[in-house]
């Protein structure tokens, strides 16, 4: 059966997330003990000990987010479900570079403390009297209407960070942009305007410096040629080297990610099954938005992987 691999990003991050995969698996147990020797931190005690405010803050929850995510591939993967083609939503396209090997688990870690450090360290910079930055969804009004209203407010420091799906969007911003970018959308006609649980206004102008820093940092690091399709977030299209996937990791941290152009291109390969592999339903929802035709199914805990095999 075709399968498609799509890893969720920050905000569906959770205490005790893996914990799960990590009692049941060897070799969950190993990429946990890789990781934390790769990272310095005992991650153990950040997925499953943890409070939800260590985990949100960006330079844990990066990497927490990634390891569950490899973990929940490699579960699947001991169970015989293979990728045919894989993606990911922002930090998830990380777990997704490893999975079409593009990056080995060391390179793999490396980047994302250092994603994690540099945009911790942005996001702290545009943080301002008002309140910090941060990001916004907002629900129910079609993005022709509510991108225009955006981009009208770009000089008071708010961006569209995620076109989600057909009818959601997600800004990052200062805390007075979000709030007039709010307001006015809510005014235009939108169902629902929710502040997320991260820590940074991620995917917008406001991290060039992250993104310089960044791209600096793993100029040292092996990006190999993908083995499978991998989609990108700052296109919407597939990845053709690994030359390529290095130049779009660091213009991801300021583009805005492309979630539909990505499950319209992962919907024209023709898969027959669509897996959301991590903490969360997230992805589910907006593959839901996306298509009714075929359904996105989650993946990301023993006791869903158990229900998927068996049926």
């Given amino acids: 059966m075709k399968t498609a691999f799509l890893f969720p990003g920050q905000g569906a991050q959770y205490p005790g997330m893996a914990k799960d995969l990590y009692e ?17 931190k005992d991650l153990q005690a950040l997925l499953f000990e943890g409070t939800e405010d260590d985990l949100k803050s960006t ?7 990634t390891l569950a995510n490899i973990s929940a591939a490699a579960v699947l993967q001991e169970k015989g479900i ?15 570079l490893y999975t079409a090997g593009v990056l080995d688990i060391d390179a793999l ?10 945009m911790e360290a942005g996001s702290r910079a545009s943080d301002g009297p008002e309140g910090p930055s941060g990001m916004s ?23 569209i960070a995620n076109h989600s799906s057909p009818t959601q969007i997600v800004l990052a911003g200062t805390a007075t942009g979000l709030t007039e970018a709010e307001e006015a959308l809510e ?46 977030n700052v296109t919407g299209k597939t990845l053709t080297s690994g030359e390529e996937a290095r130049k779009f990791a660091g213009q991801q941290i300021v583009s805005t990610v492309r979630w539909v152009d990505c499950m319209a291109g992962i919907y024209g390969l023709g898969v027959e099954r669509v897996l959301e592999v991590g903490p969360g339903k997230v992805l589910s929802g907006l593959w839901k938005s996306f298509t009714k035709d075929l359904r996105a199914q989650s993946a990301g805990t023993l006791e869903a992987i158990e229900t998927l095999l068996q049926g």
């Fill in 187 to 232: 005014a235009a006609g939108a169902m629902k305007v929710v502040r997320l649980k991260v820590s940074g206004p991620f995917h917008s102008p406001l991290l060039e410096s992250a993104r310089k820093d960044f791209e600096a940092a793993i100029a040292v690091l092996p990006f190999a040629d993908p083995k499978i399709p991998l989609f990108s």
């Fill in 137 to 159: 969804a907002v629900l129910g009004l079609p993005f022709d209407e509510a991108a225009p209203i955006v981009y009208s407010l770009a000089d008071k420091g708010v961006f």
């Fill in 59 to 65: 330079d844990n929850t990066q990497i927490a987010m």
């Fill in 82 to 96: 293979n990728p045919a083609v894989v993606g990911g939503f922002s930090v998830g396209e990380y777990a997704a």
């Fill in 109 to 118: 870690f490396k980047a994302v403390v250092l994603r994690g450090q540099f």
């Fill in 24 to 40: 049941t698996s060897p070799q969950v147990r190993t990429l946990f003990e890789k990781a934390s020797k790769t990272t310095g």
